[in-house]
């Protein structure tokens, strides 16, 4: 059993940057891939970006250029640096963790807004 805890998020104006944490209970070392999803109103849930043991990682087009997800194994916590943040990444972003041996898990979510 994985818990994640998920916090940072808000509210932020165009142009502003957050950062997003998620720390996991057990070590991330032994976790396989880490990433984070977003479900804007209304729409489905889709792929931010995702980050794997040997810390490749993989973006949504979208957001290339502007996020940055890493993880601290020390702290076994993941996140995600948003950048000039716009309007369409407003949406609930959830942590996922997902390991072939452990399953796959996921975090409560939290909101982030950009608004004029």
């Known amino acids: 059993q994985v818990q994640l805890v998920q916090s940072g998020g808000g509210l932020v104006q165009p142009g502003g940057s957050l950062r997003l944490s998620c720390a996991a209970s057990?070590?991330?070392?032994?976790?396989?891939?880490m990433g984070w999803y977003r479900q804007p109103p209304g729409k489905e849930r889709e792929l931010v970006a995702t980050?794997?043991?040997?810390?490749?990682?993989n973006y949504a087009d979208s957001v290339k250029g502007r996020f940055t997800i890493s993880r601290d194994n020390a702290k076994n916590t993941v996140y995600l640096q948003m950048n000039n943040l716009k309007p369409e990444d407003t949406a609930a972003y959830y942590c996922?963790?997902?390991?072939?041996?452990?399953?796959?898990?996921w975090g409560r979510g939290t909101l982030v807004t950009v608004f004029s």
């Open positions: 980050i794997t043991s040997a810390r490749i990682t």
């Open positions: 057990v070590r991330t070392l032994s976790i396989d891939t």
């Open positions: 996922n963790a997902f390991d072939v041996a452990l399953g796959d898990y």
